[in-house]
């Protein structure tokens, strides 16, 4: 596999804040704002955006994790033994406004199984997707409300967000299979 980074860190740290900016100025007005990472790089990138919020504004931000794996349409094709991480959500999600924070959009499977997982906890007045990066191919008719970055690919590159928490590095790369 052939890797080239997209954004580096200090890149990758402004457009959060840009993310942050965005989320706050499409929510004036409200109090509370009500995060949820899809896990795994979801959580601690909706952790940046959480401190972000708050640094930049009066709102109050709740955070969840996620973990949609048994929601996943593809789960036996994916996962010969699903490994399950754990869902904390520890709001009611009844009535309010839950902005799903992930690091890729790709075909839509895992926004689709985390509306599903959202939706089975109670009845959300609107459920909003932000995302790292949108990488386009998508097999459902989703698009994310917050994109820190498009980048189109082809069906054989693939894109990872690292995040320090997980990878140790923050950054954004590009890998295509070598020829």
């Known amino acids: 596999m052939n890797e080239h980074i ?3 860190e200090k890149t990758m740290d402004r457009m959060l804040m840009r993310l942050s900016h965005e989320i706050i100025e499409k929510n004036e007005g409200i109090n ?15 952790n940046r955006i959480k401190a972000n919020i708050e640094r930049f504004s009066d709102i109050r931000v709740e955070l969840g994790a996620l973990d949609i794996t048994l929601y996943r349409d593809d789960l036996k094709e994916l996962f010969p033994t699903p490994q399950v991480h754990g869902t904390s959500i520890p709001f009611d999600v009844n009535g309010k406004t839950v902005i799903l924070v992930d690091d890729v959009i790709y075909t839509g499977r895992t926004a689709r199984a985390a509306m599903e997982a959202i939706i089975r906890l109670g009845r959300p007045a609107a459920i909003r997707l932000c995302v790292i990066v949108d990488r386009g191919h998508r097999e459902l008719p989703i698009a994310a409300n917050y994109v820190g970055k498009n980048v189109p690919t082809a069906r054989d590159e693939f894109i990872s967000v690292r995040v320090n ?14 020829a």
């Open 165 to 178: 928490e997980i990878d140790g590095r923050n950054e954004i790369a590009l890998f295509r299979r070598d």
């Open 6 to 8: 997209l954004v580096d």
């Open 32 to 46: 509370e704002l009500y995060l949820v990472g899809i896990r795994r790089r979801g959580v601690p990138l909706a």
